[in-house]
């Protein structure tokens, strides 16, 4: 079992260089935002799971239901017929779903290589340690990094056809134009014939929403919270926590889930040697968790020009994973 990663020290000063401009860049501009990318710290990837056990949290069950109880079926749509492959997880934290498929995988004597990508080394070294215990026959290679940049060198160690998993309705996390344009470079980095499968969250009850990001136990906002705590760790800055407040929205119309921090007062942080002025009651833009319609997968799909093959819902239709197929012969 391999862990390619690069060595420690190059991908901390690289990973803080680009925090550092991405921070400054966020809270220099109107209005104010960060990105939901730099959640996943230590502390950060503890209060996600945290988050992800909550009886509220309805996505993990959801895509927990389909994982762990149609999981011949995923591997039906998703896996080539007797050809190697590699099985890449774009953001795969714990893997705590694809764990399923990957049993099952190994089960049936597949012949492929899990290659889960990750911004955060925490998370992937107890993913390793995990998956050698767990499965100590998978083949793996785990990637440090950004997700493209990550595929390109997947591609590199391996011509073999590739299968992508993005799960967690991660696509969420990105407004329509990036959706759209993350879609589309996911197809570009990819040849003809791989497949990709996407976790969507469907649209609902909106209180069923709400109550998933404004849990009563303040998870959430601690999650939303420690964003600020990692600023004033890794780029010496000085965020008083207490006077900053989460806050949670939910538009049913356009399916848009969005996290807010308010400041409580008006107030200067310093970030090194910058300095950002918040007036009473701005806010920082953190996340948006957006829900979907059929007719919206169906239109990123096509914008982005992915084959459909197929999609496979939960028990209670709240939550689909939909396969598609790059094919570009027929593109346009």
């Not at 996505?59 to 149609?70: A, G, R, S, W």
């Not at 995990?130 to 160690?157: N, T």
Request: proline letters at 3%; charged letters at 25%.
């Amino acid at each position: 079992m391999n862990l390619q990663l690069q060595p420690h020290s190059e991908v901390q000063k690289s990973h803080v260089n680009d925090f550092h401009r991405d921070v400054l860049k966020g809270l220099k501009s109107h209005p104010k935002k960060l990105s939901s990318k730099y959640f996943y710290d230590k502390a950060g990837d503890r209060l996600f799971q945290e988050i992800m056990a909550m009886p509220e949290y309805y996505l993990t069950q959801c895509e927990l239901d389909i994982f762990k109880n149609k999981t011949a079926d995923l591997a039906r749509l998703i896996i080539p017929e007797n050809e190697p492959f590699d099985l890449i997880e774009l953001g795969a934290g714990d893997a705590m779903k694809s764990t399923f498929l990957l049993k099952h995988l190994v089960e049936k004597g597949t012949q492929f290589t899990y290659m889960p990508i990750d911004i955060s080394g925490n998370i992937l070294s107890i993913l390793k340690e995990k998956l050698s215990r767990e499965l100590p026959d998978l083949e793996i290679q785990a990637l440090e990094g950004e997700y493209f940049e990550m595929l390109q060198k997947a591609a590199s160690l391996s011509a073999r056809r590739k299968v992508i998993l993005f799960l967690g309705s991660n696509i969420g996390n990105m407004d329509a134009g990036e959706a759209e344009s993350f879609c589309y470079s996911l197809n570009q980095n990819l040849a003809s014939g791989d497949r990709v499968l996407i976790g969507f969250d469907l649209k609902k009850n909106p209180h069923i929403i709400l109550n998933a990001y404004s849990d009563q136990n303040g998870i959430t906002a601690a999650f939303n919270l420690n964003l600020l705590t990692r600023i004033n760790r890794d780029l010496a800055a000085d965020f008083d926590l207490k006077q900053f407040q989460h806050y949670q929205t939910y538009d049913p119309v356009s399916g848009a889930c969005k996290s807010y921090l308010v400041s409580l007062k008006q107030q200067t942080v310093k970030i090194g040697n910058d300095s950002i002025l918040f007036e009473e009651n701005e806010l920082i833009d953190m996340e948006i968790s957006q829900k979907f319609s059929t007719e919206k997968i169906e239109e990123l799909r096509e914008k982005s020009g992915f084959k459909h093959l197929g999609e496979i819902k939960d028990s209670k239709n709240w939550f689909v994973d939909t396969a598609w197929q790059v094919n570009k012969d027929n593109q346009y």
